[in-house]
Nanobody, 123 residues
């Protein structure tokens, strides 16, 4: 079955960096666009970034543009989220997701989800 497993979360001070990874299995990874979402306590899950199947097209939420970078390695079946200049407002559980359609900014646009990794940014 399809599995998406996130890793790399943790506790970081404001201004620091973290790199999240999402390892995919059970699907032909290069056929899927990938996305990162996040969910803070008491809030809805929100779009962070997405990347198309080839890696040549990316899109970011306004709140993270210029600070976060999404990338992928199709040979390793892995998508990454490099997070720089972290802010306390970035604190959330981060999820990766896969879609066989064109990547989207809405939760319903994705077919498969990981279980998430916690990112906590202290001030």
């Amino acid at each position: 079955q399809v599995q998406l497993v996130e890793s790399g979360g943790g506790l970081m001070q404001a201004g620091g960096s973290l790199r999240l990874s999402c390892a995919a299995s059970g699907l032909t990874f290069s056929n899927y666009d990938m996305g990162w979402f996040r969910q803070a306590p008491g809030k809805e899950r929100e779009f962070v970034a997405d990347i198309n199947w080839s890696g040549r097209s990316t899109y970011y939420a306004t709140s993270v543009k210029g600070r976060f970078t999404i990338s992928r390695d199709n040979a390793q079946n892995t998508v990454y989220l490099q997070m720089d200049s972290l802010k306390p407002g970035d604190t959330a559980v981060y999820y990766c997701a896969a879609t066989s359609r064109q990547s989207d900014v809405v939760v319903t646009g994705y077919d498969y989800w990981g279980r998430g990794t916690q990112v906590t940014v202290s001030s």
